[in-house]
């Protein structure tokens, strides 16, 4: 029945799989062996039909695949520009210079007798450092004493022969040629009494100078000369005495620095502190700021011809002697403002082969590859000079993968104002 059904029923036509079954070659059967009646034309057909119908459906018989569905635009985070004043700290590179370094020399020839402080150690004005030999001194005020001494007597004798001539001379008992020789006598004496006083003094001082003392307080430096050697010309430094209280922080600014800050002061994008009191704040080696605050007090009137370079000085309490001279710091200069200011972050900021620019995401939700003026940094920050307006969007992240005109998705809950 099911044969007679599959004879009456026409023969499909398969397109465009074209299956070709070739049966297996009849094998010799064994006697005895029942064989399998062979399978009609017709019902071969069917079950090849069912077969491609079947490779059909798994897409193998020429069907074409559905297109995929198109990727969704690219998410990304944005901040929105908002320009305000912002506080603008400046930061160079400086060295700490004691506002007052005295060094100690030997003011006479002599064997130096004893050192009396410890090297590195903080003294006071008037504190003894060096004791000299003071004999040989000694000896030449004893001397000079002496001389005066004798001068002194000189004098009063030439003072009381002119008290005898005045009178003899005026009734012409004696010429008046012995009353000049009185008188030049007395006032020759008189200045050999002075020459001789002048000598004492001078006897005094080498001997004051036997004893050395520090001329004002601070921290003293190495001995440079020992115990017992001979001090002449050659060798009088001694050491050397630094003030540490106030401390001298001096930086410098390049002439292309300087001719920046002019420009941007002129064109407004910059505003200098009143008087340009700016406020100095010292950063140490670890990144520590130093607890007391500066002003500047100096600045050269002239350009250093071998470096280019403008130099800059402020002055910085040091109670505690933390600052050391010559030492190596940062500064920062406080004070100044930049009106409407527009900052982005770093990250947003990208560099091309024309220069900087950002991605903008316009009103359409397509971004927009803009170039900008950058300026300095502000801590993570960048000030844009020159190329954003207020209520712009900026991507900050997801902007790798973008291309002007793409499509974008903005993250609500990334959005910022800036």
Known sequence: MALSLARSAPRPRIEPCSVAVVGPAREARPPGRRTRPPRSRAARTAILALACLAAAGLG?????????????PPAVSVIEVAPRNMPVTVEYVAQTQSSR????????????????????????????????????????????????????????TARATLART?????????????????????????????QAKAQVESA????????????VEGVVGAALQQEGTYISQQNNQLTSVVLLSPMWVNFSLSENEMQKLRVQVAKGLLRPPENNRYVVEVVLVDGSV?????????????YNPQTGTFLVRASVDNPRGVLRPNQYVRV??????????????????????????????????????????????????????????AGERVVVDGGAALHPGAKVAVRPDARASR
């Open 332 to 389: 920062r200069l406080k004070g100044a403002t930049r009106p409407d200011a527009i900052l982005v972050p770093q990250r947003a900021v990208q560099q091309g082969s024309k220069g900087h620019f950002v991605w903008v995401v316009t009103r359409e939700a397509t971004a927009e590859s803009r170039p900008v003026v950058v300026g300095e940094w502000h801590g993570t920050d960048w000030f844009i000079a020159e190329g954003l307006r």
């Open 204 to 215: 005094k001082l080498n001997l004051s100078y036997c004893t050395i003392s520090s001329p």
């Open 290 to 302: 130093f607890p007391h605050t500066g002003r500047i007090t100096f600045a050269d009137p002239s």
């Open 60 to 72: 193998g018989c020429g069907k074409k695949e559905k297109g995929a569905p198109p990727a969704p």
């Open 166 to 194: 005045r009178p003899l001379a005026e009734v012409n008992a004696l010429s008046k040629k012995d009353l000049d020789d009185a008188t030049g006598h007395f006032e020759s004496s008189a200045a050999s009494v002075d």
């Open 101 to 156: 370094e005295v060094n100690i020399y030997a003011r006479v020839s002599g064997f130096l007798d004893r050192q009396l402080f410890a090297e590195g150690a903080p003294v006071k004005a008037g504190q003894v450092l060096f004791q000299m030999d003071a004999k040989p001194f000694q000896v030449q005020l004893d001397q000079a004493r002496a001389a005066l001494a004798r001068q002194e007597a000189a004098l009063e």
